[in-house]
């Protein structure tokens, strides 16, 4: 059963209901919360969205094995100036969750975001594919070491791991469909111009990454938003998958 994770009024809730994905999806009053700002938003009762670091604390909280997401937060360009980093990092360092995504957002230092996550022992597997995805496309340029070609697989990793005493995640880097992909070169186009915009407004922080994505989609004319509704429901189908094949495995009772 999908369960659609958020905390309207502050309540941390797995398993939305349609009332309540509509609120946090269109009321201007919605904060962005990580972990950190989790208990503050429960104190405050403020309406607050999840973000892929919550989203897998509340996940795992629930005991839900698999998540879904668009693509994951990582290191920003320039980082070694501004430590900049996604607390979606190091909250998948310690967190054994699977996490399907079309990789990270390709706005961000794919190369670093990589390196970090070998730093920070997440492992990380591409579904069906060698190559690391970047979001809207189907190739960020990064290659693999591991691939796996079905849920079944997938389930075997998930096993061992937990069979281990693993803590952190099992990332599955699953690529937008190539004929929903944006064209490549636009896309290299697209994000060289937010990167530009961005220095020339001064815009640093949390800000930078909604900054960032608003200006693709509008220069993109809304493309790059098709492009991500595309990756987001080719990963819920992949994960739901494997949550399938590893219900039939019997979970935690099967591993080895």
């Not at 009053?29 to 969205?49: I, N």
């Not at 970090?116 to 597997?125: D, F, H, I």
Request: proline residues 6%; charged residues 15%.
């Amino acid at each position: 059963m999908p369960a659609t994770i958020g905390a309207p009024s502050g309540r941390p809730t797995v398993g939305l209901d349609a009332e309540s994905i509509e609120l946090l999806a269109t009321s201007d009053e919605v904060a962005k919360v990580g972990v950190r700002e989790l208990p503050l938003a429960l104190a405050a009762g403020h309406h607050a969205a999840t973000t892929v670091a919550s989203t897998a604390y509340l996940a795992h909280a629930a005991a839900v094995p698999v998540m879904a997401t668009g693509a994951i937060g990582g290191v920003h360009r320039g980082a070694s100036v501004t430590f900049d980093e996604s607390s979606d990092l190091s909250a998948l360092a310690r967190t054994p969750i699977t996490v399907v995504c079309a990789g990270v957002k390709s706005i961000l230092d794919v190369p670093a975001t990589l390196e970090r996550l070998e730093t920070l022992g997440v492992s990380v597997v591409g579904y069906r594919t060698l190559s690391f995805p970047g979001f809207y496309v189907v190739d960020s340029g990064e290659k693999l070491e591991w691939r796996m070609d079905g849920p079944e697989e997938v389930v075997a990793a998930m096993a061992a791991a937990e069979s281990l005493g693993v803590r952190g995640a099992l990332l599955v880097a699953n690529p937008v469909p190539l004929d929903q992909q944006l064209d490549p070169a636009f896309h290299e186009r697209l994000v060289a111009t937010a990167l530009a915009a961005a220095e020339r407004d001064g815009v640093s922080g949390k800000a930078v990454t909604p900054y960032l994505l608003d200006h693709v989609y509008r220069e993109s004319g809304g493309a790059s938003l098709e492009a991500n509704i595309s990756a987001v429901r080719n990963n819920v189908t992949v994960a739901a998958a494997i949550a399938k094949a590893w219900s039939a495995s019997a979970g935690p009772a099967s591993s080895p």
